[in-house]
């Protein structure tokens, strides 16, 4: 009676109607500890992948802070030209980030990168592609004064602009906030309505004892994933990343797309062309992919990887650039894999239950 009733539900998510692997259904029933033993490189911190739990409900100062924060949020008051609200950018309708490879800012002016979904955001252990932020808070003041994004002069003129709010200038008082710490205050808020921002996935369902949320061809992506298709040196752990910062061969040195990662924020040679390793959940949302939106879907994505990586030497004129020789060397942990159309399909699968 199992088979018959795995079938159907892979037929519901979208799966392939190939009957379950048993062999497979019996090594990945138990908790995520009890699953077959990934395919990981020496040196690797891995982190067993898993549900992520929602956040708690926020109380008493920080329910005030994720109210405000919610408000702030969709208020476009809080960018120059009272036109573009941090919700511009990132919509809950497109996965928290919008359908392009970089979204539009203050008068039209494109932001450097493509802006990352926002679910689980608080989750992660750096912001920003290149790592420029330490804090969630601090992530989303930057936003404000980007000239290519919100276009504030300055925090405080941010601040000013809001304070007042008709039904927040008493909430904003009993947070004891003034001229000096209001600007702070406003991080703060950000992220507290941003750290409740999570939707529980079908792999977290599985991940937690449902064994039929993943259909016949997610689970063998998830197996994949794991093993042989070398993802899981990156992406583990709840949130799927490893939190580091990796050379794909895609920074475009010398080039008119050119992008230095987080050498822009250390200056260190070794790591031009390094960009923050992104959490998969809810990855299916968020196209386009990678900092500059360059990949449309999730399958040409699967095909960078496959062939492992980019190319880091660009156009012959680019090797006059002096940053060139920096970025001749992509990260060990890429390596190509050979991926037939099953195993794409299988991935792809997995990712969308994520």
Not at 140 to 154: C, K, N, V
Not at 280 to 285: G, S, Y
Not at 324 to 340: I, K, Y
Request: net charge positive; charged share 20%.
């Amino acid at each position: 009676m199992f088979k018959p009733l795995a079938c159907a539900l892979a037929l519901l998510c979208g799966a392939s109607a190939a009957p379950a692997d048993e062999g497979l259904r019996r090594a990945y029933a138990g908790p995520p500890a009890t699953w077959p033993a990934p395919t990981i490189d020496p040196g690797v911190a891995f982190v067993e992948l898993g549900a992520l739990p929602a956040p708690p409900a926020p109380t008493g100062r920080e329910a005030t802070l994720a109210r405000l924060g919610e408000r702030l949020f969709h208020d476009p008051r809080l960018s120059a030209t009272g036109r573009v609200a941090c919700a511009s950018c990132h919509r809950p309708d497109q996965g928290w980030t919008v359908r392009t490879a970089r979204a539009a800012g203050v008068h039209g002016r494109r932001g450097l990168r493509n802006p990352p979904g926002l679910l689980d955001v608080a989750a992660r252990a750096s912001w920003g592609w290149d790592g420029a932020s330490d804090s969630l808070a601090a992530q989303s003041l930057r936003a404000l004064t980007d000239a290519r994004e919100m276009g504030q002069p300055s925090l405080a003129a941010a601040w000013r602009a809001v304070a007042q709010a008709p039904g927040d200038a008493r909430r904003w008082r009993a947070l004891g906030a003034d001229a000096a710490n209001g600007p702070v205050l406003l991080g703060e808020a950000l992220a507290a309505y941003q750290r409740g921002l999570h939707r529980r996935s079908a792999f977290d369902r599985f991940a937690q004892g449902d064994a039929l949320a993943l259909g016949d061809a997610a689970l063998r992506g998830l197996h994949l994933f794991r093993t042989r298709a070398r993802c899981a040196n990156c992406h583990f752990g709840p949130t799927l990343s490893d939190g580091r910062f990796h050379a794909l061969g895609i920074a475009f040195i010398g080039e008119p797309s050119q992008d230095t990662g987080r050498h822009s924020v250390t200056g260190a040679c070794d790591d031009v062309g390094r960009f923050r390793t992104p959490g998969l959940r809810h990855v299916a949302l968020t196209a386009p992919y990678m900092h500059h939106g360059l990949f449309g879907s999730l399958r040409g994505v699967l095909h960078l990887y496959a062939r492992g990586g980019g190319e880091p030497r660009g156009r012959p004129e680019a090797q006059r650039d002096p940053l060139h020789a920096c970025a001749q060397t992509l990260s060990p942990l890429l390596r190509p894999v050979a991926l037939d159309a099953a195993d794409t399909e299988a991935l792809l699968a997995f990712l969308r239950a994520l």
